[in-house]
């Protein structure tokens, strides 16, 4: 019995790893004169699903905004995805993209070439917060119940995101010889070649950081009363996503410029900026748990 055990752990070990190149993905739609990036089609998905879902939210009993106030800070949440994503990604990630400058004929400043990739999740997470603290003060609206509202559905926007890292076969996993091993295209030497079998890491993050956590909320929120305890769906989402991105970590592939720090400190720069967030979302949803719920019926004053 361990013999055969063995033989087919063996032969598991052996088999090929799933070729992406194989898989006929591409980064995006070809329109002949401009490729549409399915990176940019994510993005732009999951700020119109949480539009949609914020504005249907608002309209059940106890809301604490109005549309009016959904629409304003829809527009401000997206310039602070935007410029806090990238802003974020070169101050934690590739501080060398402020002083960069690129291009034949046309120089532009690396920082402002958005269509190569790299963006954030902590400064786009930072930009959004200051959004809606600049729309809640300025309509004297309850902060923490908005983040409540808005963060529910984050998550559509991580899971589209993740995908998108994997049809561009980008982000991947450190090697491994895992039955699902997949092995996607690397630079060596100026030249493009199948590399070692991977763990298909932004499908991890797609499912942890998107999909689940979106069920999780989706169903706090409609069937729940947690809409009720301020603080608690925020709180869970930040300890959910935070986590999730925790985990993944020990399975993703460092940045080459960041494994030396990876190696020296035991984890990665992800996993550095996610701790206080796990600490702030446990805290936020003891809290709001602890505290007495808010009487139902009726949307809030500030959101009439």
Known sequence: ???????????????????????????????GFFTLRYYSLAYLGGILFAYWHLSKMIKAPGAPLAQRHADDLFFYATLGVIFGGRLGYALFYKPELFTS???????????????????????????????????????????????????????????????????????WGRTTDVSWAMSFPEVINGVIINGPPRHPSQLYEA??????????????????RARYRPGLLVGVFTMGIAGGRFIVEYFR???????????????????????????????????????????????????S
């Not at 200051?130 to 963060?151: E, G, H, M, P, Q």
């Open 1 to 31: 019995m361990l013999s055969l055990l063995a033989a087919a752990t063996a032969a598991q070990s052996a088999a090929p790893a799933i070729q992406w190149s194989d898989l006929g993905l591409t980064e995006g739609i070809d329109l």
């Open 101 to 171: 400058f690129s291009g034949d004929g046309f120089v532009t400043w690396e920082l402002l070439r958005l269509w190569d990739g790299g963006m954030s999740f902590h400064g786009g997470l930072i930009g959004v917060v200051l959004a809606i603290l600049f729309v809640t003060r300025r309509d004297k609206l309850s902060f923490l119940r908005v983040c409540d509202y808005v963060a529910v559905g984050v998550p559509m926007g991580m899971f589209l995101g993740r995908l998108a890292n994997f049809t561009n076969g980008e982000l």
């Open 207 to 224: 499912v942890l950081e998107g999909l689940l956590l979106l069920i999780v909320l989706l169903v706090m929120f409609w069937k729940t």
């Open 253 to 303: 592939e460092p940045d080459a410029h960041l494994a030396e720090f990876a190696a020296s400190s035991g984890l990665s720069m992800g996993q550095w900026l996610t701790i206080p967030l796990i600490l702030l979302g446990l805290g936020l949803t003891i809290w709001a748990l602890r505290r007495p719920a808010l009487a139902s019926g009726g949307k809030d004053a500030a959101a």
